[in-house]
């Protein structure tokens, strides 16, 4: 059986006087080392995307973090800081995207703001600046090397028997490291609350359906090698993708019937 394949969506970018669809390459290589899936990046094309297309090939998806965030818009909301990057061709591509995925059952893995747009995708809202929302502390990152970014910066608290804690077989709390301006405000319905911040913030969900799904606020792929939480997500995000792929390919053999002739038809 082939690899699996998981659709990680671009976001858009101009490079001097031309523009890109582009994807950070450590999450597009932790699809490959850690989940053991071929990546397939998607262009951000919105509309022009043939859908059927894409989710007859894909077996995962995976949203990925983003200097843009979500336009306030899609939660009836204006712009608080227009210096902000904003990227709706994203937006157009990611939304629907997340709708199809969540009717077909197709494993979700969601960072930052890909954890933003699934509670935006399904009528959730967000904080467009938690460090002047009242009661919330700054979760932006520290500026200077990388290296200092990445740092595991404050604690979260696991939801008891939920699915983060089953997956990573920890206690109650864990430290994580922290590089967003934007938060959940309202949580769409039909998502469950997998961790907070200890200033309340929602960190981690899934959403109460079929297959696989988990949302982080938090990067599990930096430094994914040397990181044994973020191995673990991704290997159960992996797993969930071939299980997918498995029953997928049951599926549709089932509808293969072969003729007299020796032709095969599809039945329904």
Same mark, same amino acid.
């Not at 022009?48 to 983003?66: K, N, Y």
């Not at 500026?143 to 604690?155: C, F, I, R, V």
């Given at each position: +059986?082939?690899?699996?394949? =998981?659709?990680?969506?671009?976001? *858009? @970018?101009?490079?001097?006087?031309?523009?890109?669809?582009?994807?950070?390459?450590?999450?597009?290589?932790?699809?490959?080392?850690?989940?053991?899936?071929?990546?397939?990046?998607?262009?951000?094309?919105?509309?022009? %995307?043939?859908?059927?297309?894409?989710?007859? =090939?894909?077996?995962?998806?995976?949203?990925?973090?983003?200097?843009?965030?979500?336009? #306030?818009?899609?939660?009836?909301?204006?712009?608080?800081?227009?210096?902000? #990057?904003?990227?709706?061709?994203?937006?157009?591509?990611?939304?629907?995207?997340?709708?199809?995925? %969540?009717? @077909?059952?197709?494993?979700?893995?969601?960072?930052?703001?890909?954890?933003?747009? $699934?509670?935006?995708?399904?009528?959730?809202?967000?904080?467009?600046?938690?460090?002047?929302?009242?009661?919330? %502390?700054?979760?932006?990152?520290?500026?200077?090397?990388?290296?200092?970014?990445?740092?595991?910066?404050?604690? =979260? *608290?696991? *939801?008891?028997?939920?699915?983060? +804690?089953? $997956?990573?077989?920890?206690?109650?709390? +864990?430290?994580?490291?922290?590089?967003?301006?934007?938060? $959940?405000? &309202?949580?769409?319905?039909?998502?469950?609350?997998?961790? @907070?911040?200890?200033?309340?913030? %929602?960190?981690?969900? &899934?959403?109460?359906?079929?297959?696989?799904?988990?949302?982080?606020?938090?990067?599990?792929?930096?430094?994914?090698?040397?990181?044994?939480?973020?191995?673990k997500l991704y290997a159960a995000f992996g797993r969930a993708c071939r299980l997918y792929?498995?029953?997928?390919?049951?599926?549709?053999?089932?509808? +293969?019937?072969?003729?007299?002739?020796?032709?095969?038809? $599809? *039945? @329904?």
């Amino acid at each position: +059986m082939r690899s699996p394949i =998981v659709v990680v969506p671009s976001c *858009t @970018r101009s490079v001097g006087a031309h523009p890109y669809y582009v994807a950070q390459v450590k999450y597009v290589d932790a699809v490959l080392t850690g989940a053991g899936c071929q990546p397939l990046v998607l262009p951000a094309m919105g509309a022009r %995307i043939d859908w059927e297309a894409v989710l007859e =090939v894909a077996d995962g998806v995976m949203l990925t973090g983003s200097p843009s965030n979500v336009h #306030p818009s899609h939660f009836e909301q204006t712009v608080l800081n227009p210096a902000l #990057p904003l990227d709706p061709a994203r937006d157009a591509t990611t939304l629907p995207l997340i709708r199809a995925a %969540i009717e @077909r059952g197709i494993p979700l893995f969601a960072i930052c703001r890909g954890a933003q747009e $699934i509670n935006v995708a399904l009528g959730g809202s967000l904080h467009q600046a938690l460090h002047q929302a009242p009661g919330f %502390i700054d979760h932006r990152e520290p500026e200077g090397e990388l290296e200092a970014q990445y740092m595991p910066a404050h604690m =979260v *608290t696991l *939801t008891p028997g939920g699915m983060l +804690m089953q $997956i990573l077989g920890v206690g109650s709390q +864990m430290m994580v490291n922290s590089l967003h301006g934007q938060g $959940i405000d &309202r949580l769409a319905s039909g998502l469950v609350v997998e961790a @907070r911040a200890q200033d309340g913030l %929602i960190e981690a969900y &899934r959403i109460d359906a079929p297959g696989f799904s988990l949302a982080l606020q938090w990067h599990p792929e930096w430094r994914l090698a040397d990181n044994p939480d973020g191995l673990k997500l991704y290997a159960a995000f992996g797993r969930a993708c071939r299980l997918y792929q498995s029953q997928k390919s049951s599926s549709a053999a089932t509808l +293969m019937q072969p003729t007299e002739e020796g032709a095969y038809v $599809i *039945t @329904r």
